[in-house]
């Protein structure tokens, strides 16, 4: 969970990280006209349609800012909310709400744009076994929430760093010298529980790591008919996993060359965010 403890460890140096981005010395707007230490609330409206995402790094924003800040709310990420729903109501003293009000809904719009589009490829594909993937391309300093926003949108995670796993793209190919020596030399250095991926991107490279036993072979920029050859030859031999030129419109083709996972960096670094504004702000004492 994205508030729970083990999230809140890893993310607040993240929010913190933003805030002092936003607010270097001061928030000198907010002490011009609140000198005063007074309580408020403000409504956290939808202005568009979407999967909600992201409301506990929302509410981090503010308790960062406030310890007894709090934020009321009917719905949960992953929950799809409509054109003008008030989401919920954020209480705390009126400087960390008007402080933490646009940091809080940069990640809350980021991530829910993110959750909404993945929602949208995810239904695509609930017809086929291939399994939607985000990628490693994400928004530096972002990438816990928006790969937690994938999940909430119906995606799966690949591998959440190069600590995470081993993929051999072309480069380290190239390192190594070929795709047989790549793989020979990943499974000499990685632990045997790891499973090897390796990149091709022709139909012989494909039959290389099929006799060199990669445990996944990607199929990168492939067309339909070259894919197809491809997973016709690995036959069950290893998991196929496409890669490259995904779109929603060529999702139900992918799936229906039989592919085992899709991968789309497009998710995350294509997304449009969510609009959805902090409104009505109202003192309390």
């Known amino acids: 969970m994205i508030n729970g403890v083990t999230m809140r460890i890893n993310t607040d140096e993240y929010i913190l990280n933003a805030l002092r981005e936003d607010i270097t010395s001061e928030d000198v707007s907010t002490n011009a006209v609140m000198p005063e230490n007074r309580q408020g609330k403000a ?52 400087s960390a709400i008007l402080s933490g009000e646009r940091t809080g809904l940069n990640y809350l719009q980021r991530m829910s744009g993110i959750a909404t589009m993945t929602r949208e490829y995810a239904d695509v594909l609930k ?10 391309k994400t928004t530096p300093n972002m990438r816990p929430f928006e790969k937690y926003a994938v999940k909430m949108g119906g995606g799966t ?26 793989i020979e030399m ?24 099929i006799t060199a036993g990669a445990d996944i072979i990607m199929l990168d920029n492939m067309d339909n008919d070259t894919m197809k050859k491809a997973v016709k030859m690995i036959g069950g031999k290893a998991q196929t ?33 969510m609009d959805i504004s902090l409104k009505n702000l109202k003192v309390l004492d």
């Not at 990943?186 to 790591?209: D, G």
């Not at 890669?243 to 449009?272: M, Q, Y």
């Open 127 to 136: 017809e086929y076994k291939t399994i939607l993937l985000d990628t490693r």
């Open 186 to 209: 990943a499974k000499k250095y990685a632990p045997f529980v790891r499973k090897i991926e390796i990149e091709t991107e022709t139909l012989e490279q494909v039959e290389e790591a």
């Open 43 to 94: 409504e956290l409206i939808c202005k568009q349609s979407g999967i909600i995402c992201g409301l506990g790094v929302f509410e981090r924003t503010f308790t960062l800012l406030d310890s007894k800040a709090h934020f009321e709310t009917a719905v949960n990420d992953g929950d799809f909310v409509q054109k003008g729903q008030i989401i919920g109501i954020i209480y705390g003293s009126i």
């Open 241 to 273: 996993e496409c890669s490259g030129n995904v779109t929603k419109e060529r999702l139900r083709e992918i799936a229906e060359i039989g592919v085992d996972f899709v991968s789309c960096g497009a998710l995350t670094h294509s997304a449009p965010v």
């Open 157 to 182: 995670n690949h591998r959440y760093n190069l600590s995470d796993g081993v993929l051999l793209k072309d480069n380290h190919i190239g390192a190594a010298g070929s795709v047989t020596k790549a």
